[in-house]
């Protein structure tokens, strides 16, 4: 008989993967088919983040909602995965004993064991260890032949930022051979995908090996582009101490690397970046951003920004804003400093108000907005290549694709036979989040 399983998930796009992959395996070892609401579900998973507390507490608002739903339907199982499980353990189920399973990143793999377990013995199952990229032999290699699609090529992080849990929750850096990767790339590719987005916290320290030998994230890239029907290759999270010059040669050569990046500077101060351990400084951070503007004039480039580090003074908060203004950066996520259980920024003394920090966030915020509107108002009247990825959410008449440097464009059309391919598109109208844009003849 088939199950039914709902998975609710919650922070990163490696959690968006995972999520994804969960669903492959319980379908494949256990029948399971996707509920089409929580009520109808057999099995009710949610992936969790930690990166935040406000994340975190997310956790526990949703496990007392799932409760109710439990209380209707007793044999309803409830498995809790991520990066708060891979924290917190056994810890969840003490705290909401409603929980049935408790898995980590890197035990996804276990979930139609864990399941069946609980189950026959009805005893808890918790298993949040980290086996080295086990979860990557039992994954089906399976396209499903959306037009873009993930593909994790190093799980963990040994960069200990000091106000960072990911390598606590995620485990060490461990990358998968290329030839494991361009396998799952060939079978996306053969479903009709066209767009690879590589994963990992930290891609460019990518050191999985090619016919034996330790390789790179720029052969890597060079050899996805030469598989039959790939047309856009992105890659994130990138760190900025390990980019390096074969990295920015790759831009040259390999036009199907889109023209935006991800590179998160979180600090202008190199004050805050010290005490952040960040290992670079804004000097360097410029370097980087001018050398690759030389190889690719029109790069967009994107970040992600931490505002009120413990002790991060009004002079810190400016030159981050200097550094923004330098770097023209496009659509951004900035966060306010949130201390995190067993980091060592959270043993720092933070003196700084909420309220300054909300007003620095919101200084911040306004002026990348700006920039990012100003970028997209220069596209208007060009002509750009498009990969359209479906219909727009908003507006079924219309559908929705991305430029090559990561802007969203809508356009009239219910033509979805071109869901899947690059289109030209002129460019029409800026509003502050996208593009309008009509069919080019
Ligand atoms: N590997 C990436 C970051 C992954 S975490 C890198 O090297 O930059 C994603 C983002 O969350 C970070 O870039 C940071 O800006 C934010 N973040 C992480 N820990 C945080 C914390 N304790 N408080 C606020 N924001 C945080
Ligand atoms: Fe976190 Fe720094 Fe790694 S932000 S994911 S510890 S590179």
Same mark, same amino acid.
């Given at each position: ?22 669903f ?37 608002h949703?496990i007392g ?19 708060v ?21 890197q ?8 399941y ?17 990229l ?19 090529i190093?799980?963990?992080c ?6 960072c ?53 720029a ?29 920015v040669?790759?831009?040259?050569r ?7 990046v ?13 005490l ?6 804004? $000097?360097?951070? &410029?370097?980087l951003?001018n050398? *690759?503007? /030389? %190889? @690719?004039? #029109?790069? =967009? +480039?994107?970040s ?10 009004? $002079?810190?908060? &400016?030159?981050?804003?200097?550094? *923004?203004? /330098? %770097? @023209?950066? #496009?659509? =951004? +996520?900035s ?12 043993e ?11 007003? @620095?966030?919101?200084i ?23 990969l359209i ?22 356009f ?7 869901v ?22």
């Amino acid at each position: 008989m088939t199950k039914k399983l709902f998975i609710k998930t919650h922070g990163c796009q490696m959690n968006e993967y995972d999520s994804a992959k969960i669903f492959d395996i319980l379908k494949e070892k256990e029948n399971f088919e996707l509920a089409k609401n929580e009520d109808e579900a057999d099995l009710l998973i949610l992936n969790t983040c930690s990166i935040r507390e406000k994340a975190q507490e997310k956790v526990f608002h949703q496990i007392g909602r799932w409760r109710k739903i439990k209380d209707k339907n007793p044999d309803l199982k409830i498995a809790i995965g991520g990066c708060v499980a891979s924290q917190e353990g056994k810890n969840i189920i003490k705290r909401a004993p409603t929980v049935d399973i408790v898995f980590g990143p890197q035990t996804l793999h276990k979930l139609p064991e864990l399941y069946n377990e609980k189950s026959k013995t009805n005893l808890d199952q918790i298993d949040v260890s980290f086996p080295k990229l086990e979860k990557f032999n039992h994954i089906p290699v399976n396209g499903t032949g959306e037009p873009s699609a993930f593909v994790s090529i190093i799980e963990g992080c040994n960069k200990y930022c000091s106000f960072c849990v990911v390598p606590k929750t995620r485990g060490h850096e461990v990358s998968r051979t290329i030839e494991d990767i361009l396998n799952e790339v060939s079978a996306l590719a053969e479903k009709g995908t066209r767009e690879i987005h590589l994963l990992g916290q930290n891609v460019n320290n990518f050191k999985g090996t090619y016919k034996g030998e330790k390789s790179s994230l720029a052969k890597l890239i060079e050899l996805t582009a030469k598989i039959d029907n790939i047309e856009r290759i992105r890659y994130t999270t990138s760190h900025p101490h390990e980019f390096k010059d074969d990295l920015v040669e790759v831009y040259d050569r390999v036009p199907e690397l889109v023209s935006h990046v991800h590179l998160p500077v979180q600090s202008g101060s190199d004050r805050i970046l010290k005490l952040m351990r960040r290992r670079y400084n804004i $000097d360097k951070y &410029l370097g980087l951003v001018n050398r *690759i503007r /030389e %190889v @690719r004039p #029109d790069m =967009s +480039f994107s970040s992600d920004f931490i505002i009120g580090f413990p002790g991060e003074t009004n $002079d810190d908060f &400016l030159d981050t804003m200097n550094v *923004i203004n /330098e %770097v @023209r950066f #496009d659509e =951004s +996520f900035s966060f306010i400093y949130s201390p995190r259980p067993n980091t060592t920024a959270s043993e720092m003394e933070d003196n700084i108000s909420k309220e300054e920090k909300k007003e @620095r966030l919101n200084i911040l915020q306004s002026r990348i907005n700006q920039l990012s509107f100003g970028y997209s108002r220069k596209k208007v009247g060009t002509n750009q290549s498009c990969l359209i990825y479906g219909r727009s959410k908003r507006d079924p008449g219309q559908l929705q694709g991305r430029t090559i440097c990561n802007r969203i464009v809508n356009f009239p059309s219910n033509d979805i036979d071109l869901v899947g391919q690059l289109i030209n598109i002129q460019i029409n109208e800026a509003l502050p989040n996208c593009l309008r844009g009509n069919l080019q003849n």
